[in-house]
């Protein structure tokens, strides 16, 4: 590989990227013509592009940097721990200071009964954690017959065999064969769309109640688990009725399920509380985390057990599973770090009580607007969903037009917000202030107004 120190400019460093550069979830061809968007620095809630944009972003980056950017004390943290102790394994009867302050830190900030962490580096890795944790489970309870784990169409819960398996994205499973055998998939507590005349209260018990309906098909002596984000984040933020999650809950119990729920994107404080879980009043046996976990400064993830599960592991061997870096000094220190000063700075309270409130407050009044059809959320997450018609809740026949239109002029009136189809998604950082809101908003619903002249509606 040869450097080429002469690089400085947008042009150099798209070419560079075009050449060798392979991105996530990505249309290589189409990406290469249009030329990548090279982003340069970050303070705060803004960042800025190799062009000098400056962007308000209103995805915390893809939904983990809930301290902003450029918090100097996460960055001397990581030195400080890279010059004691780069690195050493926690494999062979060893562990480091960092890993063990923020096992014990996590045991604090999580609900009750949550005392035991298993590190892993990235969402998906965690997640497969969990399937191996779960089947692991099962065999010492002596029930080998439970290992189906039952999830929703349209989740997403990362992109290896496991986390792809467990999501519900066709478009991931037609690059298959997958899911693996032994995932299934019940239909999202989805109200707009598939709602119709019921409350959404009368529909969230009918949609928790698939999974009564899916356990009972294939025996309950086969399901291992049921698997969810507590608000569906990449799926479109789709945030289910009051009723649904305290009768998943009780459907879980029930037939001895265990209830996982994923907060790669609704911990840390997204939706107002620590956890998602907490936002709609259930107790799952284990939760996934990452994101937010260390606000995207440096890849880190968690599984944090329920003392009702971790005891039944505990005095059954050893347990066959583990990645090099599970509880890498310098990621738990930066986690511990960034924790901490949510904690500290009373970060998720004020998403609770104050900028959560006058975000969604804002965005609701969206809802007059020509192209919108629903604005749903919690805290500081959200969705704009536009719509053909909406006072029959119909959608655009190409889905996905209007949300690419919408994106772009969002990028041109300097804010980032992400579309899925025609959801127009928000996760802004969690120390956003009002004035920064009403920047965000205001350059939102400019964007809004460009769509819909754009296709014809206004
Ligand atoms: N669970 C959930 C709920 C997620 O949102 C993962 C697991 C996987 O995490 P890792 O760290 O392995 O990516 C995620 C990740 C999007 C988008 O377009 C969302 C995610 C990742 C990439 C893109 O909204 N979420």
Not at 101 to 107: C, E, G, I, M, N
Request: hydrophobic share 40%.
């Amino acid at each position: 590989m040869t450097m080429n120190v002469a690089l400085n400019s947008t042009s150099q460093w798209q070419q560079e990227d075009r050449d060798h550069h392979l991105h996530p979830f990505t249309d290589t061809a189409e990406l290469n013509q249009k030329g990548v968007r090279i982003i340069t620095r970050g303070q705060g809630v803004y960042l800025w592009d190799s062009e000098g944009n400056k962007l308000i972003d209103g995805m915390a980056g893809l939904w983990c940097v809930n301290l902003g950017y450029g918090r100097k004390e996460l960055a001397d943290v990581a030195a400080r721990q890279m010059n004691e102790l780069a690195f050493y394994n926690t494999f062979f009867q060893t562990t480091n200071i960092p890993a063990t302050s923020l096992a014990t830190l996590l045991s604090e900030v999580t609900p009750d009964g949550f005392n035991r962490v298993f590190y892993g580096n990235s969402g998906s890795e965690s997640n497969d954690t969990v399937v191996r944790l779960i089947w692991r489970y099962w065999d010492v309870r002596e029930k080998p017959g439970k290992k189906t784990i039952i999830s929703r169409n349209n989740a997403y819960h990362g992109s290896t065999l496991a986390g792809a398996s467990l999501g519900g994205m066709g478009y991931m499973h037609e690059q298959g064969p997958l899911p693996l055998p032994g995932f299934e998939h019940i239909e999202e507590p989805n109200w707009y769309v598939n709602g119709g005349d019921l409350s959404p209260d009368e529909f969230g018990l009918k949609a928790a109640r698939w999974l009564e309906e899916k356990i009972l098909e294939l025996g309950a002596d086969s399901v291992a688990a049921f698997f969810g984000e507590p608000i569906q984040g990449a799926g479109g933020v789709i945030v289910p009725p009051d009723t649904y999650w305290p009768e998943i809950q009780r459907i879980c119990r029930k037939y001895d399920i265990l209830l996982v729920s994923d907060e790669v994107i609704c911990g840390f404080g997204r939706t107002g509380n620590w956890f998602g879980c907490q936002t709609f009043g259930f107790e799952p046996d284990l939760m996934t985390m990452a994101k937010g976990m260390s606000s995207g400064y440096i890849p880190i993830s968690g599984v944090m057990i329920h003392d009702r599960v971790a005891d039944v592991l505990e005095g059954s061997g050893e347990f066959n599973h583990g990645y090099t870096y599970c509880g890498h000094p310098v990621a738990t220190a930066v986690a511990h770090a960034n924790i901490s000063i949510l904690r500290d700075e009373a970060i998720i309270e004020r998403v609770k009580t104050d900028t959560g409130p006058y975000f969604q407050e804002i965005l609701r009044s969206f809802e007059d607007h020509p192209l919108v059809g629903q604005v749903r959320g919690r805290g500081l997450m959200a969705a704009i969903q536009l719509v053909k018609d909406k006072a029959n809740r119909q959608a655009f026949d190409d889905v996905g037009k209007a949300g690419a239109m919408c994106r772009n002029h969002c990028s041109d009136n300097g804010i980032i917000m992400r579309a899925t189809g025609d959801a127009m998604l928000l996760s802004p950082p969690l120390v956003i202030t009002r004035p920064e809101i009403d920047e965000l908003l205001g350059s939102a619903r400019k964007s809004l107004d460009a769509t819909a002249r754009d296709l014809g509606m206004m």
